[in-house]
Nanobody, 123 residues
Framework: QVQLVESGGGLAQAGGSLRLSCTAS????????MGWFRQAPGKEREFVAAIGGSGRNTRYADSVKGRFTLSRHNAKNTMYLQMNSLRPEDTGVYYCAANRVAPMTSPTVYDYWGQGTQVTVSS
């Protein structure tokens, strides 16, 4: 079992940057594929990016490709989401999640979730 804690959210202007972190505890971090999802008010939770256990394989939603970069530091039990060129539509609560299978885009395959961190992008 793994526990996840997100940090780094906040307020940014359009065109600005934020870096989110997700720190894990309780199990071997490298055994887990990790993902980021976000949820805007009144909308369903949507896939943002995912990364395999070794960090070699990454996947991105089309809406964030070229703007967001996902990485992980297994020795620090931490995953990072660097978000550049932010847009108002990036606003939402960002959740990190873990599964033992693969860096998938569907939230249903993730077993563990953090509590979320708010990202607000003003125009």
């Amino acid at each position: 079992q793994v526990q996840l804690v997100e940090s780094g959210g906040g307020l940014a202007q359009a065109g600005g940057s934020l870096r989110l972190s997700c720190t894990a505890s309780g199990d071997t971090f490298s055994s887990y594929a990790m993902g980021w999802f976000r949820q805007a008010p009144g909308k369903e939770r949507e896939f943002v990016a995912a990364i395999g256990g070794s960090g070699r394989n990454t996947r991105y939603a089309d809406s964030v490709k070229g703007r967001f970069t996902l990485s992980r530091h297994n020795a620090k039990n931490t995953m990072y989401l660097q978000m550049n060129s932010l847009r108002p539509e990036d606003t939402g609560v960002y959740y990190c999640a873990a599964n033992r299978v693969a860096p998938m885009t569907s939230p249903t395959v993730y077993d563990y979730w953090g509590q979320g961190t708010q990202v607000t992008v003003s125009s």
